[in-house]
Structure formats: structure tokens, C-alpha cells
Nanobody
Framework: QLQPVESGGGLVQPGGSLRLSCAAS????????IAWFRQAPGMEREGVAC????????DFGDSMKGRFIISEDNARNTVFLQMNSLKPEDTGVYYC???????????????????WGQGTQVTVSL
């Protein structure tokens, strides 16, 4: 059973950085998409970024482009989200999600993903 596990969240001041990790082992398919989503209190879950097994990357949110960078370490089956220049509006629970199997593309809709982690809290505040 595939169970993504997120880590790396915490409290950070505005302008600071965090790196989230998603350990997504337990599958052997060569076709997958792994994405980060976030959800602020009272808001819908929104896509942050995605990486596919073809090596393609896609950033979903205009407000995050240039600040958030998704990457992966295939040897460790881990996907990272480097978050820089953090703002208070980046506060929320960040989730890792896996679509398996998947084509060589990324999907922005949370409904496309069939495996979800428990989430990690990110709080940006003084």
C-alpha cells in the first residue's frame, strides 16, 4: 500500500525558507505523477507544483512561481518542495499526493490523485 509521508513543515518568519520532503516508496510503476497541494483554513485545496515520471515539472499557482521549486531524488523515492521568500499567505497544510498510474503529464485537480499523505503544517508568521 502506497502511503506518502510528508515532513519538513514548521513555523518560519516572513521571507524565510523551508524545504518539505515527501517520501513516496512502495510502488514500482514507471509511470506516475507526484504533486504538492496546500490548504489554508476555510479554503479549498490548491495545487502548488507537480513532477511526473517523464521528468516534466509544472507549477500551478502564479503566486508561488519563482519562489517554490519542486525536485526529486529518484534513488530515495523522495520529492522535495523548496519554498523561499515565504509570505503569511503561504500558511496552510501542505499535502503530497501521488497519481499512479499516470501519463507523462501533471494534473492540477486534486481529484486526479489516488494516494495522499497526512499533510504537514507550514506557518509563516512573525
Amino acid at each position: 500500500q502506497l502511503q506518502p509521508v510528508e515532513s519538513g513543515g514548521g513555523l518560519v518568519q516572513p521571507g524565510g525558507s523551508l524545504r518539505l520532503s515527501c517520501a513516496a516508496s512502495g510502488f514500482t510503476s514507471g509511470s506516475y505523477a507526484i504533486a504538492w497541494f496546500r490548504q489554508a483554513p476555510g479554503m479549498e485545496r490548491e495545487g502548488v507544483a507537480c513532477i511526473s515520471s517523464s521528468g516534466g515539472r509544472r507549477d500551478f499557482g502564479d503566486s508561488m512561481k519563482g519562489r517554490f521549486i519542486i525536485s526529486e531524488d529518484n534513488a530515495r523515492n523522495t520529492v522535495f518542495l523548496q519554498m523561499n521568500s515565504l509570505k503569511p499567505e503561504d500558511t496552510g497544510v501542505y499535502y503530497c499526493a501521488v497519481k499512479l498510474p499516470s501519463g507523462p503529464v501533471c494534473y492540477e485537480s486534486p481529484a486526479e490523485y489516488n494516494y495522499w499523505g497526512q499533510g504537514t503544517q507550514v506557518t509563516v508568521s512573525l
